[in-house]
């Protein structure tokens, strides 16, 4: 079945860092993917979305680029903040789903 | 702020009780969910909903029952649960129930049973 894979944590940066958090995807048809955030003591908020090949998804400050070849939709930001710190899901979601599938959560923290 | 509200944000009850976690959605979607999240696992989707109907349980065992009075509003009954069961329990809306529609979760309930 469909599936997300992304990278463990923590992931510990100083402010103004650079960051990539990995995700990799298995799926039969042609998903759509996401990132979502979720910050301390919250629900999860919507990041980003892709909804097909090549497309690249952004919102303050964040990208992430749906590669069918690679089947990967990494996180980037080329200068995190403090607060940026909270805990990164990558997911996807097609037309053989009820659901949505997240992967397991990838927990960032950035120092000043 | 989301559009989709839960009450209560904390919840504390014994083995015994009977209490209800109600979750409330405000972006006239159709489809809602209950996830079921615990430290250091991953994200549990345990109920789905689609114009009332529920269309997956993801077995969930019988001490949680999920009710869907309309599309705007999701409740999440709960008896005779365990300290395991201690978690928070995250609610969601979607336009649909697949392909590109992103989800909206609520802040969830931080459930601890005693």
């Known amino acids: 079945g469909d599936s997300v894979t992304q990278m463990e944590g923590p992931v510990t940066l100083s402010e103004e860092a650079f960051l990539t958090i990995n995700c990799t995807y298995t799926a039969t048809g042609y998903p759509s993917l996401f990132w979502y955030v979720q910050y301390p003591g919250e629900g999860l908020q919507l990041l980003l979305k892709a909804t097909k090949a090549d497309d690249k998804g952004s919102n303050k400050g964040f990208e992430a680029t749906y590669r069918k070849e690679t089947t990967s939709f990494h996180l980037e930001k080329g200068s995190v903040q403090v607060s940026d710190s909270a805990v990164y899901f990558c997911?996807?979601?097609?037309?053989?789903?009820?659901?949505?599938?997240f992967g397991a959560g990838t927990r960032l923290t950035v120092k000043p | 702020e989301t559009g989709v509200t839960q009450t209560p944000r904390h919840l504390v009850m014994g083995m015994t009780n009977k209490k209800s976690l109600k979750c409330e959605q405000h972006l006239g979607h159709n489809a809602m969910y209950w996830y079921k999240q615990s430290a250091k696992k991953p994200l549990e989707l345990m109920f789905v909903?689609?114009?009332?109907?529920?269309?997956e349980n993801n077995s969930v065992p019988s001490r949680f029952s999920p009710e869907c009075p309309n599309s705007s509003h999701l409740f999440l009954h709960l008896h005779t649960l365990q300290p395991e069961d201690s978690a928070l329990y995250l609610c969601?809306?979607?336009?649909?129930?697949?392909?590109?529609?992103?989800?909206?979760f609520g802040p969830g309930t931080r459930l601890t049973v005693t």
């Open positions: 909903y689609n114009f009332k109907e529920q269309t």
């Open positions: 969601a809306s979607s336009q649909g129930l697949a392909g590109s529609y992103e989800q909206y």
């Open positions: 997911a996807l979601s097609d037309h053989n789903n009820n659901d949505m599938r």
